[in-house]
């Protein structure tokens, strides 16, 4: 009941809330502001790539559209409250998607992963095209975030706000995952003919599911961009596209936290490492090559793994002749 | 009794290759309808645009006297249509009983708001575990679809599509990729859970004649993509035209 309602979850959050402040500060604890984010970016793209079953290539259009939307406001109506732009940026985000979901998905499979990606890559083309969106030099210089009525002027103010925020939105998708239309995601993922012929609206759940994804993507964009005061192409590149994914699968999509760990294990060996080298990238690559090959459901797949090994030979495989030789007990049962 | 379904002059063509060439069939409310024919003769393509999968490339199909040629599979679903597939189709990563719930969800034109959470409907899952325990499937609840074996998917899905109380019933293939006993079996057992549920109509396609003797009332003979002969169960077995199509139309 407890867990139906997502209590674990933001128990979980309120923790994280609470104690990454007492053991890191400063630059430390920006990571793991710029960690939440992720976090929220990784799940929202697994409502598509692994809930829904849709591959896209450009989930950084939604991404940057999230920072972009933010930034204009932050220019045109300063006043707004932070949590007001983030809303914005959100509906922008589903609006967009859904209108381009609703053409790019009469393709399917590689076809339509492509389309995600020329997507991006057309957005990413008139951040330079179109003058006010600053083309190379992007939007910078802090953004004043209201929160009630006043700005945030720290570190740890900009923590809470933004872990406040994953933490409602992933709740959302929580609650998302195990509503009905969570399970017709799964359907449809599963078998789009079978969910199909049980009444299931392919389509109309694919695009809503890429709505959601590119909503809440926009959100973590938006939250990155009051994070860092920045704004700018490399936001809407292919590189975070790639990234997103590579979040997922490290983290693995077979649980719902499977996402949020793979967003932290990103965004961490991405910063401790690029003091090291030059290009933190190549780590990345090497791990999801090591995980790939030994971990293919990602890392919170090794709890189950080491259970496994304790108990071997534990599939769930069934004798062939279960169901059908046994006398069926329809006439006993009176309906 | 009224006709529930009804084709009229449908033909399907792919790529100007004519699969089926104007069809009319009329079934009676709560008929059994069995369509056969040798591969090649059009059957699948004629149940696919049945239940909404091919749009015909002319002609008509009428539920209820109502044109739904232009509905899709779901849209067709929800009016009241379930399937089968010769392959099953399931939801492989989600249990059996999660199957079982879904299609019970999806079916008999429920009102389901998408924000429900999934223990609210607390009659769906009771009518799940109702039709589970009809189908002899409650002890396999708890597997994992994609773990089950080649008899119990096609028993999985059949209580998938009777579950949602369709007022039509199509069943392609019920015993395609079954060995001769466990055929049987499944016949058997598929004609004790139909028998229960008179008020459906049903259509099916079969090759297996024992089939379509226990199931079927009135049969359809196709080749070549229209219907060639068309009378009882035993009349078509016996009629030459049924054994010259069998043995291979150079046979006779």
Known sequence: ?335 | MSAILQLENVSKSYDGVPAVRAVDLQVADGERLAIIGPNGAGKSTLFGTIAGEHRPTTGRVLVNGRDVTKHRSSTRAVAGMSRTFQVARLMSTMTVRENVFLAALTGGRRGVRWWDTLRSHREVWDETDLALADAGLLELSDTVASSLAQGARKTLEMAMAVVQRPAILLLDEPTAGMGYEDARAATAQLKALLDQRRDMTIILTAHDMEVIHSLAERVVLMANGEVVLEGTPDYVARHETTKTLYLGQGAS
């Not at chain 1, 190549?282 to 709890?303: K, Q, T």
């Open chain 1, 1 to 335: 009941m407890l867990q139906r309602a997502g209590v674990p979850l933001l128990a979980g959050f309120a923790l994280a809330a609470v104690l990454m402040p007492l053991v890191f500060s400063g630059s430390s604890l920006f990571t793991w502001t710029t960690a939440a984010a992720w976090v929220l970016f990784a799940t929202a793209t697994s409502v598509l790539f692994g809930w829904t079953g849709l591959l896209s290539f450009g989930q950084a259009a939604f991404f940057g559209m999230g920072a972009y939307t933010m930034a204009l406001l932050n220019q045109e109506v300063p006043d707004l409250p932070g949590v007001a732009m983030l809303v914005v940026a959100a509906a922008v985000a589903a609006v967009v998607a859904a209108l381009f979901a609703t053409f790019a998905l009469r393709t399917s499979g590689a076809e339509f992963a492509i389309l995600t990606l020329v997507l991006a890559q057309v957005l990413w083309l008139l951040i330079y095209r179109v003058p006010w969106l600053k083309g190379e030099d992007g939007f910078s210089g802090l953004f004043q975030i209201k929160i009630l009525g006043s700005p945030l002027t720290s570190d740890l103010q900009l923590w809470y706000y933004t872990i406040a925020v994953v933490a409602v939105c992933v709740w959302l998708l929580w609650l998302l995952s195990g509503s009905t239309l969570g399970m017709a995601m799964r359907a449809v993922r599963d078998d789009p003919w079978r969910a199909a012929a049980l009444g299931i609206r392919v389509r109309g759940v694919q695009v809503t599911a890429y709505a959601v994804s590119a909503g809440f993507a926009a959100v973590a964009g938006a939250l990155v961009a009051q994070g860092q005061g920045v704004v700018s192409p490399a936001m809407v590149t292919f590189a975070i596209s790639g990234e997103i994914l590579v979040a997922c699968l490290i983290g693995g999509m077979g649980r719902f936290v499977g996402p949020m760990i793979g967003a932290v294990v990103l965004i961490w060996s991405q910063t401790m490492l690029a003091n090291v080298f030059h290009d933190s990238n190549v780590f990345v690559g090497l791990l999801l090559l090591v995980i790939v090959i030994a971990l293919p459901d990602g890392l919170v797949s090794i709890p189950a793994r080491i259970r496994g090994r304790r108990r071997p030979a534990r599939r769930a495989t069934v004798p062939s002749d279960v169901s059908v030789e046994e006398p069926s007990p329809v006439s006993e049962v009176v309906r």
